[in-house]
């Protein structure tokens, strides 16, 4: 199911795509700018596409992307990203709660304080890499296994994935955090094991105090919290 809007998405039908035994049904949104939220706004912003996080959490669909579309690679079986928002948030006190959750843009994809994002339960997605062309940023959290990422012809200038604190990102089985330009990783990191994948074009482990620029830091205690097998 790929679905297309720009201001507001109301999914109060129920959607009835099951496949037993089989791939999981998948899900794509795209829009200019994406904006999950706990209310809709009485006054939307003009180019800002607004999603009830609780409509997101009902979905009976096994994998939702959030950013763009997604197609399967005939020749290499690989699943290929079309990224068409500018900009995907998830906002204060927001929380979706799904089996497989991608969300990408080409300029910066957000998870504001309070916000809860999880994955849990069982799925199989059937991916296993995922083609992306282009600058940008991308979240994936899965109760599948991890995937690989490849992002090709890009130049830096552009791609922000920022995690405020005070925001939770919880996973049952895989995580990837991606960003071609810069990452930001102030919130929390939930799994009792599983695969976490950060992806950025620096990471400075340890002692980060007073280091600027676009890398990903990750002081000391982030590691010690850190409870993952890969």
Do not use: C
């Not at 979240?139 to 939770?168: F, H, M, Y």
């Amino acid at each position: 199911i790929s679905i297309i809007a720009q201001t507001k998405l109301l999914l109060d039908g129920i959607i009835n795509v099951a496949a037993p035994g089989g791939r999981g049904a998948r899900m794509d949104i795209a829009a200019n700018n994406i904006d999950v939220v706990a209310s809709l706004s009485s006054t939307p912003t003009d180019g800002v596409l607004e999603i009830l996080d609780s409509d997101l959490s009902n979905l009976k669909v096994d994998s939702l992307f959030l950013g763009g579309s997604r197609t399967m690679n005939t020749t290499t079986g690989a699943t290929d990203l079309s990224v068409t928002s500018n900009t995907v948030s998830f906002d204060t006190g927001t929380k979706v709660q799904v089996t497989d959750l991608i969300a990408a843009a080409s300029q910066k994809v957000e998870v504001k304080t309070g916000a809860n994002l999880e994955a849990k339960g069982s799925v199989n997605t059937g991916d296993s890499v995922f083609n992306i062309s282009g600058d940008g940023a991308l979240l994936r959290l899965s109760a599948d296994k991890q995937i690989t990422l490849n992002r090709t012809l890009t130049s830096g200038t552009q791609g922000e994935l920022v995690v405020e604190s005070g925001a939770t990102l919880k996973s049952s089985k895989s995580m990837l955090l991606d960003a071609s330009q810069s990452t930001t990783l102030e919130g929390d990191i939930l799994m009792h094991g599983g695969s976490l994948n950060l992806s950025a074009n620096a990471i400075n482990l340890g002692d980060v105090t007073g280091l600027a620029g676009n890398a990903l830091n990750l002081t000391n205690q982030k590691l010690v919290d850190l409870s993952v097998d890969e």
